[in-house]
């Protein structure tokens, strides 16, 4: 097991012929991710990486059969009419790699995705993996070098920053502990699929014995993981690591914002909350190899 | 933006602001005074929220009190902001005053509508003491909000009359303009009740979503980053190489305040947000202080990173120089290592440096800082993933204290003779200048192999020109990668020389080398 994304998950790749829907096409397709075709409008009957491309989602679902996720790697601007055509088309997770993508553009998406019970992971997200099953998106850059460093085993691993989910993930198998899945939630001030979602689809995979977060400052996902916890809706155990002590306070930005927020947000009130839940919070992500095992053998 | 900018918007969109004008000048405000013939208040613009007790708002009952106070005014430090623009509005005579506000929950992953019938300030501790005071109303996009909708719930509150009717419309409006604009946040506190019974937002803060920013030339939007003062002239500059270069990711926000020869400060250069803020914690534990944040991250070219460090060695009396990510790049490193080796080596760096590049290729990168670094006076460490970012920041603190706080003078841009340079040819954004002269007495012709786009070949002399035509190299088929400059710098003639210009720098070191030479203990 493991989450969101196995072997079997039939993937579309939207914007297949940019530059980067290329790259990541040849990584995915090496690390062995099931891809059933991409989308480029304009450039339906050509191949990349061998992948058959199509001018619209609904003429791909409709040739190579249903898809269940489509990563989408078109410009920021044009993200949301990308994902629109994805989730009418039924398809019930889209991966939204761009970063810049504008905050309403986001919010009618997601809007959207609820509507049709479907998720989306992002925006500016590096994607996920699950380790010698698929990946989706561009994380680890080659498939050689993705094999490397993440490895099958017990640990969910949940990220607010791209490059840290490589590090924590490479720093735990060369510590001999692999993990299950691999998620970038995305760094945005409003994601998809947060901290609290995943640790919550984390908590019912049997592969997963025990998860780890690197989050960050502002939004209210780690408190909301601690609430969850305390509500005693996750059981298994969570490792963090909290990035952004140092970052400024005081600079009230906003009114409305701190009476949404409710006072959360700060590197405190987080750590507070995660501590007062149970959840181990480390100084360093060095620390997380050796925390992780403790509370593996206790379990 | 600022508060006049805002209102003018608010109007725009029909709803009430009080009547006023921006004044420049003590005269100007005598002029405005005249003509709304009855009490004025000034109210500085800047970027700054509690205004009044520091003294940014102040109050006067004839012309020539407005045009005195004016003069207490212009030019006046309010925390870092020195006011230049005063806004010049009738006072109103306030009956009510309430807060009303739209901001995006990340939570529920939509906007809100944020209303309180107490408003000034204080309002967040209102929120959280007494959460039925304050209405939220969450917005569906594709529904948007009905006047009528808000009306009843304004009415199930006891709202009543013209009032129930002017608070519906206004907060309506508001959203309608937030969603137009493509606002993270508008705030109007406080939204006025004037004696009179008219509905009046005697102040409002925009914070319009700077993704969307492109989409609205028609906002006075100069830098289009979330920034909760103007920006500096030094990120003005950096956000125009961001601008005019799309390869890549590269962030520059200064974070000092008031520097000083004193103060344990080090330029911060880091890669990718997470493993930045990481890298942040890390020297602060240290007990540095952080002159800027810096990013450049998403596979930026050489170029770029060359750029951002020329950027952060702008700011005097710095320590040392702390570049860290996240350990596990996927980017290649190599990159980075360039583009801080030209910088360095342009610079002569005379502080200590710390550079922690683990990811892709570290260990050539690593090579590549300690082969090339080797002569400037500051000792330049470099580390790969297996070394943490508290390792490498005690590192720092220890190279500073043997350097004996040694601080980082800035100094004018240098560039080598351009007239010997015979060859050349544009990149992206800036130029290759090859001294073919000097080519003649190279034995090895390494720059042909170093080039990683393999863009170069030799001429019938031996000599390195393009096998692509100069139109595709200007578009980017040099990547700008540095190959061939450091390996002609170092193992041949120093015939090689990128130009890489980065607009407005020059001028902007001027200034600051003539704050460097004030006598000592000057404070900013």
Redesign the interface.
Known sequence: MAILIDENTRVLVQGITGREGRVRTKLMKEYGTCLVGGVTPGRGGEEVEGVPVFDSVEEAIETQGPVDVSVIFVP??LVKEAALEGLAAGIKMCVLIP???????L??I???AASKRAHCLGPNTLGLVSPGKALVG?????AE?ARQ?FRSGPVGVC??????T??IS??LTEAGLGQSSIVHVG?D????L?HPEIVAIFENDPQTEIITL?G??G???EE?VADLVKQGKITKPIVA?L??????SG??????????E??RGSYETKKRCLEEAGVKVVD???DFPREVKKRLKTI | MFEYQAKKLLKEQGIKIPRGEVAHSPEEVYQIAVQLNRPVVLKAQVWLTGRAEKGGILFASSPEEAKQKAQELFGRKIGKFTVEEVLVEEKLAIAHEYFAGLVIDDHVKKPVIVFSSVGGTGIEELAQKDPAKVLRLTVSLSQGIKEFEMRNLLRRRGFQGKLLAQLSATLTKLYTLARQLEARSLEVNPLVLTESGDLIAADCHLAVDDYAVFRHPELPIEVAREFDRPPTPLEKIAYHVEKRDYRGTFYFLQMAEDVSPEDKMIGFHGAGGGGSMMSMDAVLAQGFKLANYCDTSGNPPASKVYRAARIILSQPYLKGYFASGSGAASQEQYHSARGLVKAFLEENLAIPAVIRLGGNYENLAVQILHTYLSRVKGVVEGYGHADSAEYCAQRLAELVEENGFLSHQVSPLVYPDFSRFSYRFSTMTGEVLVDHQACARCQTKGCIKACLAGILTLDQDGRPVLNISPAEAQRGKCTECLACELFCKFHEQEAIYIYLPIPGLEEYRRQIIAFQTRPKGGKN
Not at chain 1, 243 to 248: E, L, P, S, V
Not at chain 1, 251 to 260: D, E, K, M, P, V
């Open positions: 920021a601007s970063d810049r993508v504008p905050i309403y553009d919010l009618e997601l809007e959207m561009m994380i680890g850059g080659r070098r460093w990220s607010r920053s791209g490059g840290m490589s590090a490479y720093y760094g001030a409003v994601v998809g947060g690197f960050e400052i939004t209210t996902q909301r690591y990035g952004g002590k140092a970052a400024k600079t009230r930005f906003s009114h409305a914002g701190a009476i949404i409710g006072g360093s992500i060095f």
